[in-house]
């Protein structure tokens, strides 16, 4: 399955984003979808995962801010982003791994997209 990860740009602090993640090749149903982010020298971060259930988790330091979601009918799965602040400036990444298990960890999952910018800034 290929992932593309689209939605990132820039935005002024306190504004929002929303990232949007499809698959080809196959369908999002069939998988546990994640988001990750990685700032320029640092490790990449997992952020929220919507699982194949439908049912999502979000890292502690974004739950007020973040919230992924999916959209069957769609193939998508997306994360809105609120109250985005410079810190929140890296490259976000979607990521695909099979069964129902929202991993946090990088070498839990199989599939990868390429990546979106998103830089806060005024």
């Known amino acids: 399955v290929q992932l593309q990860a689209s939605g990132g740009g820039l935005v002024q602090p306190g504004g929002s984003l929303r990232l949007s993640c499809t698959a080809s090749?196959?369908?999002?149903?069939?998988?546990?979808v994640a988001w990750f982010r990685q700032a320029p020298g640092e490790d990449r971060v997992f952020l929220a995962a919507n699982r194949q259930s439908g049912s999502a988790y979000h890292a502690d330091f974004v739950r007020s801010r973040f919230t992924c979601s999916r959209d069957r009918a769609k193939n998508m799965v997306y994360l809105q982003m609120n109250s985005l602040n410079p810190g929140d400036t890296a490259v976000y990444y979607c990521a695909a791994r099979a069964g129902n298990r929202a991993a946090t960890d990088v070498s839990e999952y199989d599939y990868w997209g390429q990546g979106t910018q998103v830089t806060v800034s005024s």
């Open positions: 090749g196959s369908t999002t149903s069939w998988y546990t």
